[in-house]
């Protein structure tokens, strides 16, 4: 089993209260998703502004088909749109694990 580490950030904005409300819904929609690990919601301790969604999933491909579902293409792609743009899905490094090899996937 690979396991996938998702990690989303936000800037709050105007509204943090808002934001918070949404990220606890699209946290809920995904912990509900089969091959959910677990995950969190935080705030930056020195940038109060800086918010993260981190997840964890058996594998890539169960991250994957959480998003595809209905409910999270209706409520929770909207919110995971305004994070900021950079790369969020890592793999889990064991101690002396073998790394993925980059190249295409098929799930």
């Not at 918070?20 to 995950?39: K, Q, T």
């Not at 935080?42 to 993260?52: E, M, S, T, Y």
Request: net charge negative; glycine share 12%.
């Amino acid at each position: 089993m690979r396991l996938v580490l998702v990690v989303n950030r936000f800037r709050a904005g105007e509204d943090p209260a808002s934001l918070r409300a949404d990220l606890e819904r699209v946290h809920g929609l995904l912990a509900d998703s089969p091959g959910y690990a677990g995950g969190s919601i935080g705030r930056n301790l020195d940038d109060p502004d800086l918010w993260v969604l981190t997840t964890r999933w058996d594998n890539v491909g169960a991250y994957r088909r959480a998003l595809s579902s209905y409910e999270l293409k209706l409520h929770g792609v909207p919110v995971l749109s305004r994070a900021i743009d950079e790369p969020g899905a890592y793999e889990v490094v064991e101690p002396g694990g073998v790394l993925n090899v980059a190249g295409a996937r098929v799930t």
